[in-house]
């Protein structure tokens, strides 16, 4: 069983920055692809960024291009997101999510492992 505990969410001004973190209490984080999520109240929880095991493949949602960073330290069983630019649009709840899946995958439905997820808030 794969538990997930995601930090680093608040409050931002637009144009900020910020980085979140998840944690992993497993012993067998190298072995999961590994993904961040994010749900704004009323939408469906959309895809942000995806890396693969070895951190070889990354995978963005077009809105994030360019303005986020999805990282991962195998040695502490983290995986990051660095958030710059941040926009008000950018305001929801971020999720990291764990996959078996070899490779980087956007689709939600790859991920078995969910956090708790964390807010975002950007304010104009």
Partial sequence: QVQLVESGGGLVQAGGSLRLACASSGRTFSTYAMGWFRQAPGTEREFVAAISRSAGNT??????????????????NTVYLQ??????????????????????TMNRYDYAYWGQGTQVTVSS
């Fill in 59 to 76: 995978q963005y949602a077009d809105s994030v291009k360019g303005r986020f960073t999805i990282s991962r330290d195998n040695a502490k």
């Fill in 83 to 104: 958030m710059n630019s941040l926009k008000p649009e950018d305001t929801a709840v971020y999720y990291c999510a764990g996959s078996t899946f070899l490779t980087a």
